[in-house]
Each structure stands twice: as C-alpha cells, then as structure tokens.
C-alpha cells in the first residue's frame, strides 16, 4: 500500500498533509510513502528528514499520483493534476463538495474515491480525525493575536504613576472551536471578553473561560443534531442586531468565527453596526472565504471605514503552517488508520461506519 502527497499550490496554501513527525506511525502499518521532492522544504521540513524515515522522494508530481494508491492532501487537486487520478484510487483531504461539485462528480464517475474530511460526524470515535476542530483551535488563537496587533491600544488594565489604562473590550461572535479558543487567549492577555452564539449550550463554555455571554431575550437553541449552528429565524437576527448594535458602542476588538458548514456565512454586523464603533476599533473576520459575518469584509484586505479597521483574512492557518500541518497530518493518519484493514493491507470502505458513510462524497 502507498499513500502519496503533493505540494499544494504555495501561493494559496502552505501546510501540507504528511510532516516527518507523523512517518512512524505509518511505518508500523507498514504503508510506503511517496512525496514529490521540496515537498516541504518552506516549512523547514527537508527532504532527508523524509528520506531518513523510508519515504521515496520523486522529481515528478505526476510520478507520486501515478504510483499511489491513497493520496492526501490539504485541499483538492488543481484540475491539471485531477487529470492524472486513476480508477480505484483514493483521494483524502477537504474536498469542499460543495463548492467544487463537479470535479468530484467527474472523479466518482471515474471510481475513484473521495473523502472530504470537513463532513466527518461530530462523535466521539472521530474527535482525533476532526480537522475543523484542530485547524479552527489555532485559527482562533492567531486572529485575537493578529487583532491585538493592528488595534493601537495597550490590552491589558495598566495601573501606572501616570494614571490607568483601560483594558481593551473584546467580543467574539460565535462560540465554537475558534471562538471559545479566541475567547481563552483575548482573556489570557487581559482583555475584557463577551462572547454571542446561537446555541444556547454556549453559555457555560464561555463563562467557564471567563467570558461574559450575551444573551438574546428570547434565546433559541439554534444547535443542529452534529453539534453546529443552525440559521436564525427573522425574528432572532432583530433581536440579535439590537443586542450586537448597543454592544459594540463600547467593544474595542470584534472576532468573528460564525460559520455554517457548506453554506454562505451568516451576516452578523451590518454596515450600520460597524458605524457604531469607536475609531480605533477592531473587527477580524475568519468567515470571510465564506462572504463574511461583517458585511464591510473583503477578502485578504484591510478596510479602512471611519477610523474602524475590518480584516478579512483567506487562509489564516498559513500564518501557522508548521502548527497546523502537524495537527492535520495526524487528524490525516487517524482518518486512514480508520480506513485500514491491518490484516489485508488495504483500505475497507465499510459505508455502515458512520465516520466512513458520513465522509465518502457519493
């Protein structure tokens, strides 16, 4: 059995879907590894701390997709590469079906294998393979990082001989992975923290991080059987946007993490919102790729409104490839280990294991 991977596009994405620390665990399933040279050269991972753990470095990219039976990756193949897969091979990574629908109709024509690992089912079994909740843990902590940066003001209270300083305000808008990360780290530099969601289970995650919950009057456990948000009814997002408008009149710093799985993400802070900041102030929204939870957000820019600076950040999680890429790679191993017959040596797709049934894009 031979899993391979490629280097993904650099100017989009960074990370990579097997690091060197990973090779072991492979290793005791007796799977071969195949890379294509420089792999990960960017993130400091050289081709002999590959090489010294039996993985076959190739000149070529189109040799590794040849000669694989399962390759992983981070994102889905570019389409000249996507040419190149075969009947029978297995594709693993975030596949986003949503979004690109017909290039996985056009692979599963073909009998070729997909698993999109952003679909895997919120259950115990699976909480070692959840890419979301790894990769959303850091994107949460960088976004309070990379806010706290640009916001021109000092965070924490400072009691000094010349007079107080204030501590910054922050709200967080969305309560899970990224959120209650970005919540613990707002906290842990001194900032006062109050934090919105939709599911009412939220409440306790916050206080428990020493958050303070705002809640709607009237609140609606908006949480779907898999643990996410649902969308709010009309009557919800009025309630949602007078409690969010008196708010912000005194939030220094907004981070925004609401998201719906394969859906555009929720509009939360409407333009008139915004205005209601004070100059100086902050909002960082990691939904941007997904149209943004602040209706001033543009993707990969600063937007300058008033004084009020808006932050749409495309792919957070290259600013912490190393990080990250460690953090997939092992959600990655835990997924095929999932998938392995030991006593076979070959992959099983058993659709009546919900991890496999839920994650095969048919």
Do not use: W
Request: overall charge neutral; hydrophobic content about 40%; glycine content about 6%.
């Amino acid at each position: 059995m031979i899993i391979g991977s490629i280097s993904e596009n650099k100017n989009f994405e960074k990370r990579v879907a097997i690091t060197p620390d990973i090779l072991k665990k492979y290793k005791a399933l007796d799977i071969n590894i195949c890379i294509n040279k420089n792999y990960a050269n960017h993130l400091g991972f050289s081709d002999d701390e590959y090489q010294k753990e039996g993985v076959e470095i190739l000149e070529d990219k189109k040799e590794v997709i040849s000669k694989s039976d399962v390759i992983v990756q981070l994102n889905l193949l570019e389409d000249e590469d996507l040419k190149l897969l075969k009947a029978n091979q297995s594709l693993i990574g975030v596949l986003n079906p949503f979004v690109n629908n017909e290039k996985i109709k056009n692979l599963i024509e073909k009998k070729i294998n997909c698993f999109s690992l952003e679909l895997l089912p919120r259950i115990t079994r699976a909480q070692s393979m959840d890419i979301l909740s790894s990769q959303a843990n850091l994107a949460g902590y960088k976004a309070v990082i990379d806010s706290f940066s640009v916001f021109e003001k000092a965070i924490p209270m400072m009691m000094t001989a010349a007079g107080t300083i204030s501590a910054a305000k922050v709200l967080v808008v969305g309560a899970g992975v990224a959120g209650l990360q970005a919540i613990a780290t707002a906290k842990r530099m001194g900032a006062i923290v109050f934090a919105t969601d939709v599911r009412a289970a939220s409440k306790e995650q916050v206080e428990s991080l020493g958050g303070k919950f705002l809640m709607v009057e009237g609140e609606e456990n908006l949480e779907s059987e898999g643990g996410y948000a649902k969308e709010t009814s009309d009557d919800f997002k009025k309630k949602q946007e007078s409690l969010l408008k008196e708010t912000l009149k005194k939030i220094d710093v907004v981070i925004c993490t609401a998201l719906i799985p394969g859906k555009k993400a929720p509009l939360i802070l409407k333009k008139d919102m915004i205005e209601e900041m004070q100059r100086g102030s902050v909002v960082y929204d990691l939904a941007a790729i997904q149209g943004g939870n602040a209706e001033l957000t543009k993707v990969d820019q600063i937007v300058d409104h008033n004084g009020i600076k808006i932050i749409g950040e495309k792919n957070i999680l290259n600013k912490l490839p190393v990080s990250s890429s460690n953090l997939y790679s092992k959600n990655v191993f835990n997924f095929f280990a999932n998938l392995f017959d030991k006593e076979k040596k070959e992959i099983v797709i058993n659709m009546e294991d919900e991890i496999i049934e839920k994650t095969k894009v048919k």
